[in-house]
C-alpha cells in the first residue's frame, strides 16, 4: 500500500513567510504491515517535518499567532521550557522568521537536542529537577514576571497547542484515512497531540477509541506515581492542563525496555529512522489492535527523528565503542 499523500490538503502557512516553513505539515501517513502480527497500522510520518518533529506544527502556529496579534517586539525573546522538540521547533520557526528564542530544558534532556537548538542561534538554560516539567514552567513564569522582554509561548497551558492539531493534524488525518479511523494512539507531553486530534476524530467518527500511551515506569493516567524511564518527550512528570476533559478510552502503558526494542524494530525492518516515542506508540497500537476487531484502522504518530538520540539508550547497542 503506498503512504497516504496529504500533498492536496491546504497549507497551514500564511502566504508572506519564508517558504521553508511551508514545509511544516501535511506529512505522509504510512501504512505498515507487521507480518508477525497480522496487523497493518497506519503511521503519521511526523518525523519529516524539517525541524524533525511533530512540534514544527506548534512553533510554527505559536509565532505566527503572536506575530499576527503584534505581541512580538523587535526586542522580545520567546521564552519556553521543553523537554527538547519543541525547543528544536522554535529555536528553527524563530530563526526563520528572525525572533530570538530562549529554550530552559531539564539538565536530562538528551545532548542532541540542546546541541540542535544552539545551532539554530536559540539560547539554553538547563535546569535540574525531580519534578519533572513543573520546576521549569514555574522557573519560566518567574523570569516573564522579572524581565519584560520574554514572551511565554505557554505550550502546556495555550488552547493554540491542540487547535492547531483540531484544525491541521486531525483534518490530515481524517483526510488521509477517507474518514474512517477506529482508533487513534498517542502519548502526552503537553497533551495538545491527543486533544487536539481526539477532538477532531471524534467529531467525524464518534465510536473511535482514543488511546494513551504512557511509560509503564510512569503511568500517570493509571494513577501510578511517575518514575524515570526512557521514552523522551512523554509523560514528563506531570499531567498536562490540555489533558484534562480528554476523554481517554484507556491508557496503554508501555515499558522502556518495550519501546527500545520496536524503534530498533522500527528501523531494522521498515528502514525508519525515528525515536523511543514513536516506538512506544507502535508498542501500544498493536495492542490496541490485538484489542479490536480484525481489520481496524488504528492511526498512531512517528513522533520526531532518531538522529537526536545517539547519546541515550537507544543506541547503546550500536555504539561504535560496543562489542560486535
Ligand atoms: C518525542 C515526542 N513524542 C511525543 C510528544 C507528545 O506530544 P504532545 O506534547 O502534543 O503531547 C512529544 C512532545 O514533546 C515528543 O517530544
Redesign the pocket.
Known amino acids: 500500500m503506498p503512504p497516504l499523500n496529504s500533498s492536496a490538503l491546504p497549507s497551514p502557512v500564511p502566504g508572506d513567510l519564508p517558504p521553508l516553513l511551508d514545509l511544516i505539515g501535511r506529512t505522509p501517513l504510512l501504512p505498515l504491515r507487521f507480518a508477525a502480527e497480522g496487523v497493518t497500522l497506519f503511521a503519521k510520518a511526523e518525523f519529516l517535518n524539517p525541524s524533525g518533529?511533530?512540534?514544527d506544527r506548534?512553533a510554527l502556529h505559536l509565532l505566527t499567532d503572536a506575530r499576527r496579534r503584534g505581541l512580538l517586539r523587535p526586542d522580545s525573546v520567546v521564552l519556553e521550557c521543553?523537554?527538547?522538540?519543541?525547543g528544536i521547533a522554535l529555536a528553527m520557526v524563530g530563526a526563520a522568521l528572525g525572533v530570538r528564542v530562549k529554550i530552559l530544558m531539564s539538565d536530562t534532556a538528551s545532548i542532541e537536542r540542546r546541541h540542535l537548538m544552539r545551532h539554530f542561534g536559540a539560547e539554553l538554560q538547563l535546569f535540574h529537577t525531580d519534578r519533572g516539567y513543573a520546576t521549569g514552567i514555574d522557573l519560566a513564569e518567574r523570569m516573564a514576571l522579572a524581565d519584560s522582554r520574554y514572551f511565554l509561548t505557554r505550550?502546556f497551558a495555550n488552547p493554540l497547542?491542540a487547535e492547531d492539531?483540531v484544525a491541521h493534524t486531525g483534518a490530515e488525518i481524517l483526510q488521509q484515512m477517507d474518514g474512517r479511523v477506529d482508533a487513534f494512539v498517542?502519548?502526552?507531553?503537553?497533551?495538545?497531540?491527543?486533544?487536539?486530534v481526539s477532538r477532531a476524530l471524534r467529531a467525524a467518527c464518534p465510536a473511535v477509541r482514543i488511546v494513551a500511551m504512557e511509560p509503564a515506569e510512569a503511568a500517570m493516567l493509571s494513577g501510578e506515581m511517575p518514575c524515570c524511564h526512557s521514552?523522551?518527550?512523554?509523560a514528563g512528570g506531570y499531567l498536562?492542563p490540555?489533558l484534562h476533559g480528554v476523554k481517554v478510552d484507556w491508557p496503554e502503558k508501555v515499558s522502556s525496555a518495550d519501546a527500545l526494542t520496536m524503534t530498533r524494530r522500527l528501523a531494522r525492518e521498515f528502514g525508519l529512522l525515528v525515536?523511543?516515542?514513536?516506538g512506544a506508540?507502535i508498542v501500544a497500537a498493536l495492542r490496541t489492535a490485538a484489542r479490536l476487531p480484525a481489520g481496524a484502522r488504528i492511526v498512531t504518530?512517528l513522533?520526531?527523528r532518531a538522529e537526536r538520540y545517539y547519546s541515550t539508550r537507544l543506541f547503546a547497542e550500536s555504539s561504535p565503542s560496543s562489542p560486535a
Open positions: 518533529s511533530i512540534k506548534l521543553t523537554s527538547g522538540n519543541t505550550q497547542n492539531h498517542s502519548g502526552y507531553g503537553t497533551g495538545g497531540t491527543l486533544n487536539g521514552i523522551e518527550g512523554v498536562p490540555l525515536g523511543t516515542s514513536s506508540n504518530i513522533c520526531d
